[in-house]
């Protein structure tokens, strides 16, 4: 199993950017994908999922309006669109893959409780000022 995050760099704040997740090694639609940051001295965010069988989304609340999250269920890789960048997006971004167990939706599976089955190793998002 591999998710391989990437996509990230140095932007102007009010730029933009697209971050990747390729995954494999499981099957895309039996999970829900989520990207996760965390910033320098701050504990881990859920930012946004989808679900990967029927693409239902979510978003934090903090990035709703300049965050999109999509997937390729063909290419099994889930995409993270970032517009606007604010400094306080500075973060290493992470993509994760949790189990959609039956009755589960995929916002649930970004619940305190309930547990990531994969994470790719981070990408690093720095926007300046």
């Known amino acids: 199993v591999q998710l391989v995050d990437s996509g990230g760099g140095l932007v102007q704040a009010g730029g933009s950017l697209r971050l990747s997740c390729a995954a494999s090694g499981f099957t895309f639609e039996d999970f829900a994908m989520s990207w996760f940051r965390q910033a320098p001295g701050k504990e881990r965010e859920g930012v946004s999922c989808?679900?990967?069988?029927?693409?239902?989304?979510y978003y934090a609340d903090s990035v709703k309006g300049r965050f999109t999250i999509s997937s390729d269920n063909a290419k099994s890789t889930v995409y993270l669109q970032i517009h606007s960048l604010k400094p306080e997006d500075t973060a290493v971004y992470y993509c994760?893959?949790?189990?959609?167990?039956?009755?589960?939706?995929?916002?649930?599976?970004?619940?305190?409780?309930?547990?990531?089955?994969?994470w790719g190793k981070g990408t690093l998002v720095t926007v300046s000022s």
């Open positions: 994760a893959a949790a189990f959609l167990w039956p009755g589960i939706t995929a916002v649930q599976t970004m619940g305190v409780g309930y547990g990531m089955d994969y």
């Open positions: 989808i679900s990967g069988s029927d693409g239902t989304t």
